[in-house]
């Protein structure tokens, strides 16, 4: 069975980088089958997509993000990464991990549990 | 960005209703349309993927359609486990995009 874990501080200070990473189980981030995305949501609001990355280290950013945000993966390691630049209290939301098939019709099939992420000094 | 506009926003009802929620994209996204259901404090689940065809292990109570700009989700008869939101995201355009939310409570 597929899992994936998000880890990461729980806390960054405003103006820092916050540095999450997605350890995959149970299937392989160096499979050309899979995008590995990444997802947030602030506390009572909706979705918002950040990035994905194929293990061909291609990224595709959203674009209201794209200027702070780095997609990165280890597929030694059966991980990949987030990095988001100069954050605020904005930044402040649970932050997903997921999958997407890239055979067919695209879809986030496994997801994270999600972890919190507060940008507070 | 194609926006996903869902109506309603909230939804009130019974245990054996018939639901439908409705996903409206501000440009054509031909099929490429998933559907997911959230439950507090959990991650989303995928229920519906390019517009109709159901995941794995998703009651067939559920189902999806539409195609272009107009896709809905119907529960056919809604079970205490439904009671969640519901998100329909866009997989066709960068950004991928997600709807606002449809939030399923009981009446």
């Known amino acids: 069975q597929v899992q994936l874990q998000e880890s990461g501080p729980g806390l960054v200070k405003p103006s820092q980088t916050l540095s999450l990473t997605c350890t995959v189980s149970g299937g392989s981030t160096s499979s050309g089958s899979y995008y590995w995305s990444w997802i947030r949501q602030p506390a009572g609001k909706g979705l918002e997509w950040i990035g994905r990355?194929?293990?061909?280290?291609?990224?595709n950013y959203n674009p209201s993000l794209k200027s702070r945000v780095t997609i990165s993966i280890d597929t030694s390691k059966n991980q990949f990464s987030l990095k988001l630049s100069s954050v605020t209290a904005a930044d402040t939301a649970v932050y997903y991990c997921?999958?997407?098939?890239?055979?067919?019709?695209?879809?986030?099939?496994?997801w994270g549990q999600g972890t919190l992420v507060t940008v507070s000094s | 960005d194609i926006q996903l506009t869902q109506s309603p926003s909230f939804l009130s009802a019974s245990v054996g209703d018939r639901v439908t929620i409705t996903c409206r994209a501000s440009q054509g996204i031909n099929t490429y349309l998933a559907w997911y259901q959230q439950k507090p404090g959990k991650a989303p689940k995928l229920l519906i993927y390019?517009?109709?065809t159901l995941e794995s292990g998703v009651p067939s109570r559920f189902s999806g359609s539409g195609s272009g700009t107009e896709f809905t989700l119907t529960i056919s008869s809604l079970q205490p486990e439904d009671f969640a939101t519901y998100y329909c995201?866009?997989?066709?355009?960068?950004?991928?995009?997600f709807g606002q939310g449809t939030k399923v409570e009981i009446k």
């Open positions: 390019g517009a109709s």
């Open positions: 990355i194929h293990s061909t280290e291609s990224t």
């Open positions: 997921a999958r997407v098939p890239t055979s067919g019709y695209y879809r986030m099939d496994y």
């Open positions: 995201q866009q997989l066709n355009t960068y950004p991928w995009t």
